[in-house]
């Protein structure tokens, strides 16, 4: 049974006094549908497998009884039983699980697809109880069918088996097929707008093979180096030092592309990586000629890409098949959607770039168009160099990427809604529109440089502003400072968005948003999937409400992350 974000029960043994047992299973499934299967003892978001367990109060209600809904002794009952089986889960990614094991645990999906990968690698999915309740073959198709169902999710879990120093034997066990499906579609899910038309060109395994195949181990690495040494760099070489020449082109874009996004989103994102792809790609492909952005700004066909939709109470759906987003989901999403428009109209004049700002523009800036969003990376940045050089960039150190769980305490946690506000203004994408391409500004960099503006000098020694630096990938020593351009843009944006957010909140004085909007007690739990923040309900402001900043912003693809609120 799998419990927490969803509820899957396997086999179930009913006695009744009722005899038709059609009805019988109807009348349960209707019951069972009303029941809070949450572990209070478990993160929101973690998985709980249990292997065997019983009514946790027999005989407390009747399925032939007129009410179906069982009452508040049996569901803390069922509470109770489920705290108990989740304090004796083990969890399979970091120990080993005793075949008497009651309970396994996932803290998240990412968690869940390392170690089914890791498990399949292993063969011993069929040796492990908990998979028959997840997967119904237990084949490489199912496992792949789990993985791309779940894009979302597949950066971390590729972290989680770098780890344990299992991503490579993973990854050469996919085919170039697969490895080039999970490309695309973690592309697609997080939003890497410049990638795209490069995925949609294939990187073919006879030319690489051509180059690498040999005899001898002695002979396969001298033409693989040779070759390599004719071949530009791949754009990830600093940051996933995992990857070694045993994998296919495609394997390494597949890997080498999911590791950059979760270990540097921003990156992956950018224009110098995409131009570094396309380099690296055409010299694996022989071709000769010269890289350009102009491939770059082309259209990309539309993904074939299913984004989940996300339940307004903000636990994401733990079903393992792919479906549609169904259209509640959508329409309770959108329930604030025309209060929002009050805010930021959906045809009012858009919100200005940082692309738009150069040192050599008049005073009156040019406002962000449809078709140029994106804050570029300068040609003499560090990052453009490292791309730009012959030479192998140097081996990152990874453990700055093993971040721990980020949970804290906050008087600012208003400033979480300014992620909605970043939405609202389309600078960047939700689960609604994954796919519209953004600013290249991280938004947790933009959630501080906007909160700062609002809240001014208060709190300064808040937790939460070195919270977002370590959710924007860096230290926490290693604040963000915007360069001339950014502040240009910023000091052009403020004024729009606090003549709105006065509008919206129906205040008189721009001096009024800091204690409106920002200024809530709120507990930040955030992991490498999800943000939730846990605030008071009877200090939500009705204002803020009304202006439809609180509702669940969901899938992020420029936080990758789930962003969920939460209301106690």
Known sequence: MLVNQATSIGRLRVRSDVRDTLLTRIRLERMLSGVDWRPTALPANAILCIRKAYDPLPHSFSLSASSLQPGHEWQQALTSMLNRFASQAVRPLTNFVPPHSKAVVFLDHAELLACLALEWCRGSLTTNWWWRGILGDRDLAAVVKLWNDKPEYVPAALHHLAIIKFVVPFVARLSDATSSELARSIAHS????????????????????????????????????????????????????????????????????????????????????????????SSINGESRSFSTRSLTKTPPPPKVTTPAQPRNGHVSANLETREPEHEHVGEQSTTEPIAKQLLPVHAEPSPSPHTITSSQPEHVSLRSEDDTRLAIPESSPVAASFAQSEPAATVDLEPFETPVIDFETRLGGLFYLINLGIYLNLYADFTSPLKPGIDLNIWDFVTLVGRKIVQDTHDEDPIWAALTKLAGRNETQHFEPDKKTRRWLSHLMPKVRARLRAALALKSNNDIAKILCRHYARVCATDTHVDVYFNLADLPLAVRFAGLDRDPGWVPAAGRFILFHFD
């Open 190 to 281: 997080f939003g890497a707008t410049t990638l795209w038309p490069l995925l949609e060109v294939a990187v073919p395994h006879k030319a690489f093979a051509d180059g690498v195949s040999a005899t001898t181990d002695h002979d396969r690495v001298a033409r693989a180096s040779a070759t390599f040494d004719a071949a530009e760099y791949p754009p990830w070489r600093a940051l996933v030092p995992e990857i070694d020449d045993g994998l296919s082109p495609e394997q390494q874009r597949f890997l080498g592309i999911g590791l950059t996004i979760y270990r540097a989103s921003s990156l992956a994102r950018s224009h110098d990586f995409a131009r570094a792809l396309e380099r690296w790609q």
